[in-house]
């Protein structure tokens, strides 16, 4: 069965860290590019940050840009994304997600979502 | 950074009638490589993380019920869901992937009148 499941998540005091993993199982990692996605309770999705599937390429959203470190280890078939200098802004459940391949054309929709890591910042 | 206006922000129509939500893009998101528009939509059910419908604007994905379509080009997108059955009430999302920073609509909450 193709799965992604985060893990990492708690409560962390503002101007903490925390370290996001999401292990991948099903599927052959290393040939996927993989993203971070958010959801602040009650409110829409916002995309976090993106990485290849050999990591030489990597996007963040201009909210995070500096804090926020994402990597992958595709020996180990897991994603991890680092979080410091975390503010109230940042909680929101974390759902890392799939890029959907059809043939060998990368379509950027998003195939494959984990069910969430929730991250909380408050004192 | 490219904005994506859903709209309705949200609706209830009658079981067996149709729905229809619209997307529209700040700037178009048509890849003149391959002429596809880099656009999905997403159905995210209370509790659940979303789920891919759509991609390619008019693509549906594998297993997804043939009463959900896209539709649309350019700037402006259709999802359409043709007979609404009780398993469809969630939040839908469009979401482009033309450019960085990947963007969401606000979101479209679907109810049973």
Redesign the interface.
Same mark, same amino acid.
């Given at each position: 069965e193709v799965q992604l499941v985060e893990s990492g998540g708690g409560l962390v005091q503002p101007g903490g860290s925390l370290r996001l993993s999401c292990a991948a199982s099903g599927f052959t990692f290393s040939s996927y590019e993989m993203?971070w996605?958010r959801q602040a309770p009650g409110k829409?999705?916002?995309?976090v940050s993106?990485i290849s599937s050999s990591g030489s390429s990597i996007?963040?959203?201009?909210s995070v840009e500096g804090r926020f470190t994402i990597s992958r280890d595709n020996a180990k078939n897991a994603l991890y994304l680092q979080m410091h200098s975390l503010r109230a802004e940042d909680t929101a459940v974390y759902?890392c997600?799939r890029v959907?391949v059809?043939g060998d054309?990368i379509?950027?929709?998003?195939?494959i979502?984990?069910?969430?890591t929730m991250v909380t910042v408050s004192s | 950074d490219i904005v994506l206006t859903q709209s309705p922000d949200s609706l209830a129509v009658s079981l067996g009638e149709r729905a229809t939500i619209k997307c529209t893009s700040s700037q178009s998101l048509l890849f003149s490589s391959?002429n596809e528009n880099?656009l999905?939509w997403?159905q995210?059910r209370p509790g659940q993380?979303?789920?891919?419908l759509i991609?390619?604007a008019s693509?549906r994905?594998s297993g997804v019920p043939d009463r959900f379509s896209g539709s649309g080009s350019g700037t402006d997108f259709t999802l359409t869901i043709s007979s609404l059955q009780a398993e469809d009430v969630a939040v839908y %999302?469009c979401?482009q $992937? %033309?450019s960085?920073? $990947?963007?969401?609509?606000?979101?479209t909450k679907v109810e049973i009148k």
């Open positions: 993203n996605v829409g999705l916002e995309w993106y996007y963040y959203v201009d759902y997600a959907k059809r054309i379509t950027g929709a998003l195939d979502w984990g069910q969430g | 391959n880099y999905a997403y995210q993380p979303p789920k891919l991609y390619w693509t994905e %999302y979401q $992937q %033309y960085t920073p $990947q963007t969401f609509g606000q979101g």
